[in-house]
């Protein structure tokens, strides 16, 4: 079934561990110049509060300056089993929203470093070098995240970027690597097309995000 691809698996079950593994590597291959996500089980986004003084009419007046505090009704769950799952979905928020918005940052000073180098060639060999260290240097740590995390972080990553993760891999590899990812994701139903819906379908995990982002959960 899968020799056209020139893969030799014992077994199914190998083949899908096998799968998750390089589908997480791809994603990994965003954080171009390679983001530090060793320390992701833990979120980085703490409230901002700020104090400061602005001169008005000759006086000295203090305001204090805080981040956003979103303010939802309590979530209501039919059954413990929908209770469990959202608490699953804010650990999969809090543990690859850091990484997505490291791709972010990444991303731009990636695309910022390419552009110094002056021809085409260079530019391709660097993206080669940097391809083979993320593989040998951040396979074990995607290897921590879970599939359904993996599909979390392609969305995000999305959010963050608004592009897609095959659009982003498209620009920086090429079309024919990006379509290698693609057609291996494909396999076992993820996309890393899939685009981002916060009205939508990702109206839940888009209150998640912002409610961890303001740091109140």
Not at 49 to 74: A, C, H, R, T
Request: hydrophobic share 40%; with cysteine; proline share 4%.
């Amino acid at each position: 079934m899968y020799g056209h691809l020139g893969i030799k698996w014992k077994n199914i079950s190998t083949f899908a561990k096998d799968m998750r593994i390089i589908m997480l590597t791809a994603l990994c291959l965003l954080a171009t110049l390679g983001a530090t996500a060793q320390n992701q089980d833990s979120t980085a986004f703490t409230p901002m509060v700020k104090v400061g003084k602005v001169m008005y009419e000759g006086d000295s007046i203090q305001y204090l300056e805080m981040s956003n505090v979103y303010v939802y009704p309590p979530p209501s769950f039919k059954s413990k089993r929908q209770a469990n799952s959202y608490m699953r979905l804010v650990r999969n928020v809090k543990k690859v929203l850091p990484i997505a918005k490291q791709v972010n940052a990444i991303i731009l000073e990636t695309y910022e470093y390419l552009q110094t180098l002056p021809t085409e060639k260079e530019r391709e060999e660097h993206m080669k070098r940097v391809e083979h260290s993320i593989f040998k240097e951040y396979k074990p740590v995607m290897k921590k995240l879970t599939y359904s995390q993996g599909k979390l972080l392609i969305r995000l990553v999305y959010r963050e970027c608004n592009s897609s993760s095959y659009d982003i891999l498209k620009a920086f590899l090429g079309p024919v690597r990006a379509g290698f990812w693609q057609a291996f994701s494909s396999i076992f139903g993820a996309s890393l097309k899939k685009e981002y819906d916060p009205d939508g379908t990702d109206r839940l995990t888009e209150r998640v995000v912002l409610m961890v982002e303001a740091g109140q959960i």
